[in-house]
């Protein structure tokens, strides 16, 4: 188990705080059903198998590195 000190809290929070604003201005060219869109695509892709995502990238590198 990990503890952030408090001085990595702060920073973290700061990070986030940032990067929240980010998000906001990007999202800003979408109007509320693409919003919605997007966060259903990105709930699935939450839900992906990330081993067996990795496993195919090995095997697809492996096969384009010795053909």
Known sequence: MLTL??????FI?????????VV???MRVLDAREQ???G???RRLREGDVVKFVKDI???DREWFYG
Request: charge should be positive.
């Open 5 to 10: 000190t408090p001085k990595g809290k702060r």
């Open 24 to 26: 906001r201005a990007w």
């Open 36 to 38: 919605q869109t997007l």
């Open 58 to 60: 090995r095997v697809m």
């Open 40 to 42: 259903r695509l990105c």
């Open 13 to 21: 929070a700061r990070v986030i705080g940032k990067h929240k604003k």
